[in-house]
């Protein structure tokens, strides 16, 4: 159980929430509003699903950063709602590692019962959002991704070394969603490479984020691919990297994207693994804080060459967009 001392630790306000008064701060904070990356990493299959989509199907830009909005929405409450329930059921192990001790829920400054009723909350401004945002099949996969993906997920800590393979996939369902939304068409080669090179991605910077907690996870008993992949763990992590630029690749292909995807996308996200691979110090908690980081970062790169193809088509076909 914490201390009280700790129990009472204020909450830091030099970040957005000392913009908030002091009683609304710890429901802030088991949303994880003041670290914004798990949002960002949320919301980049999204983001890519609907660009891939976008490209092909000659979306107006109008639509399409009406739509990105939308995915950002998407991105933002599933991630709080994971981070609510995750902290429900990991509160007592959460009291056991450093890094975690001070969050809400594990330092008592929010009861268990006034998390849950925060939850159920968050699941109905979801499942509203997305019912009056989907329609069909792009509805079903976001109430799945919603509701049991990131339920289970916290779970499978105590009875497997692999939650991060459950967490690549329900960190990257918003690509279905996204791609469907568009296309109300399921291309189940090009959706499955996608899935697959976001899967190892998620899998690659997760098990870099459990390698802060190796020592405490060890004593409290939590699992994790970090420390099922011991020695090993390098080599495994640069196998991830390379098939996830490779399906991103075999995506690229099967969506049949221009030679800027290729160039920018693909080719500046091996540099920018690369670069990952040289510099992480997988000792070092700080190192690997830093690193899961960059990966929000690495977003960036392959959005920014399939946005770049989008625009380019767009403006070749103007006129034909304009009437679609």
């Not at 710890?26 to 976008?54: D, S």
């Not at 690549?168 to 490479?193: E, R």
């Amino acid at each position: 159980m914490p201390s009280q001392a700790t129990a009472k630790k204020p909450t830091p306000t030099s970040s957005v929430l000392g913009l908030v008064p002091e009683g609304l701060r710890p429901y802030l904070e088991l949303i994880r509003v003041e670290k914004p990356t798990g949002t960002i990493l949320m919301f980049w299959p999204f983001a890519w699903g609907l660009t891939m989509a976008a490209y092909t199907a000659g979306l107006p830009l109008n639509a399409y950063f009406a739509q990105l909005a939308k995915a950002f929405v998407s991105a933002f409450l599933l991630r709080s709602s994971a981070c609510t329930i995750n902290d429900i059921f990991d509160r007592k192990m959460d009291a056991g590692v450093e890094r975690s001790k001070t969050r809400p829920l594990p330092s008592g400054r929010i009861s268990v019962t006034a998390a849950t009723l925060y939850l159920f909350v968050q699941y109905a401004l979801g499942v509203a959002f997305f019912y009056y945002t989907e329609r069909g099949l792009a509805l079903r996969v976001a109430l799945f991704q919603l509701l049991p993906l990131f339920a289970v997920y916290p779970l499978l800590k105590r009875v497997t070394y692999w939650p991060q393979a459950w967490l690549g996939l329900a960190m990257n369902f918003g690509f279905v969603t996204a791609w469907i939304s568009v296309k109300s068409t399921v291309n189940y080669p090009l959706l499955t490479a996608a899935m697959i090179s976001c899967w190892c991605w998620t899998m690659l910077y997760d098990t870099i984020y459990a390698c802060q907690d190796i020592r405490d996870d060890v004593k409290m008993g939590v699992r994790s691919t970090a420390i099922l992949f011991g020695s090993w763990i390098k080599p495994v992590l640069i196998m991830l990297g390379i098939v996830f630029v490779s399906m991103l690749a075999v995506a690229g292909v099967l969506n049949g994207q221009g030679m800027p995807y290729f160039l920018v996308s693909v080719g500046g996200t091996v540099l920018h693994l690369v670069w990952q691979f040289r510099t992480v110090d997988l000792e070092i908690p700080k190192s690997c804080w830093n690193n899961f980081n960059s990966n929000g970062k690495l977003g960036w790169i392959v959005w920014g060459g399939l946005m770049l193809d989008y625009v380019l088509a767009h403006h070749r076909s103007a006129p034909r967009w304009a009437a679609a």
